[in-house]
C-alpha cells in the first residue's frame, strides 16, 4: 500500500494550482460523482495530463474535494441522511445502510491486495473494470425489461445478500479508476430494486465514503500543504454541481422505463471507457 508520505505534495506541485483549475476539478467531480464514472480518476487525470499537475498532490486533492459532494447530498436529502444517522431506531432500511458500509470498510483492503498479487495489472484497470460496470449495466436493463414491476423491491426488503453484495461492490472502488457509484448502482438494480430509490440511497452511502477520503488527507496527510482557499473554491464548484447532477439523475430515472434507464447508463460508461481506451 502506497505510504501517507507519498500522498503529501510538495510546494512544487501546488504553485501550479490557480482559481480556475480549483473550479474546473470541483465541476468534474460534482458532474461524475453520480455517474458509472470515476471522478477522482479523472480529476486526477485532468490534473496531471492536461494541467501538468504532479500525482501526489493531484490524488490528494481530488481526495480532499469529495467534501463538496458530501455536503450535496446533506442538503438535498437532510432529513433521510440524519435519519440514518440516528441509531436509536434501527430501521431495515438503516441496517441495509450501516451494514453495507461496514462490510465494505472490512472488504476494501483485501479485495486490492488480492486483485493486485493475483491478475495481471494491466489487464484489470479502472478503464476495463469501467467498460465491464457498463456491460453489465446494459445487461441488466435487458434482462429486466423482460421482468414485472412488481419483482422490483423497495431497499427496505434488501436482504442479507443485498448487504454483502453491495458491501463487496462498494469496497472495489479502492481500486484506481474504479466508480463507487457505478458499482453501488450497478448492484442495486442488478438486485432488482427500485430504480429511483436505488438512486437515491447510493447517493446517501457515498457520504461515509467522501468523508472518509477526507478524513484521510486531514489524518495521513497535511491539510496545510493544500492551499485552503483554492480548497474552498473546488469544494462549492463540487457542492453546486453535484447538487444539481443529483437531481437531473433522479429525473431521469423517473421519466425513464426501469430498463431503458439501466441501458442508458450503461451506454455512457461504455462510451466513455472507449474514450479512455483511444486517448
Known amino acids: ?54 500525482p501526489e498532490f493531484a490524488i490528494s486533492f481530488g481526495l480532499a474535494v469529495h467534501i463538496g459532494t458530501a455536503m450535496a447530498v446533506f442538503a438535498r436529502y437532510p432529513r433521510p441522511l440524519v435519519g440514518m444517522l440516528d441509531i436509536r431506531n434501527f430501521t431495515p432500511k ?69 448487504y454483502l453484495l453491495v458491501g463487496i461492490a462498494q469496497a472495489f472502488a479502492v481500486l484506481p479508476g474504479v466508480s463507487r457509484s457505478g458499482m453501488t448502482m450497478a448492484t442495486l438494480l442488478g438486485r432488482r430494486f427500485r430504480e429511483v430509490e436505488a438512486l437515491t440511497f447510493s447517493f446517501l452511502l457515498s457520504v461515509p465514503v467522501s468523508m472518509a477520503s477526507f478524513a484521510y488527507i486531514v489524518v495521513f496527510g497535511d491539510m496545510g500543504e493544500i492551499p485552503l482557499f483554492f480548497l474552498g473554491i473546488a469544494a462549492v464548484s463540487s457542492f453546486v454541481f453535484g447538487y444539481l447532477s443529483m437531481g437531473v439523475l433522479v429525473k431521469m430515472a423517473s421519466d425513464l422505463k426501469f430498463s431503458k434507464f439501466c441501458i442508458l447508463l450503461g451506454g455512457i460508461t461504455i462510451a466513455f471507457a472507449c474514450c479512455l481506451l483511444i486517448i
Not at 24 to 43: F, H, N
Not at 131 to 151: F, Q, Y
Open 1 to 54: 500500500m502506497r505510504s501517507s508520505k507519498a500522498l503529501l505534495p510538495s510546494h512544487q506541485s501546488f504553485v501550479m494550482l490557480d482559481w480556475f483549475t480549483a473550479l474546473l476539478v470541483g465541476t468534474i467531480q460534482g458532474l461524475l460523482e453520480w455517474l458509472p464514472i470515476s471522478s477522482s480518476g479523472q480529476t486526477t487525470l485532468v490534473m496531471v495530463n492536461f494541467l501538468g499537475i504532479r
Open 94 to 162: 438503516k441496517k441495509f445502510y450501516w451494514l453495507t458500509t461496514i462490510i465494505s470498510l472490512l472488504c476494501a483492503l483485501p479485495i486490492m491486495f488480492l486483485l493486485e498479487s493475483t491478475f495481471d495489472s494491466e489487464l484489470w484497470t479502472g478503464v476495463t473494470i469501467t467498460l465491464l460496470i457498463g456491460l453489465g449495466l446494459v445487461a441488466t436493463g435487458i434482462i429486466l425489461g423482460r421482468s414485472k414491476k412488481s419483482s422490483f423491491r423497495p431497499i427496505s426488503r434488501g436482504r442479507y445478500s443485498d
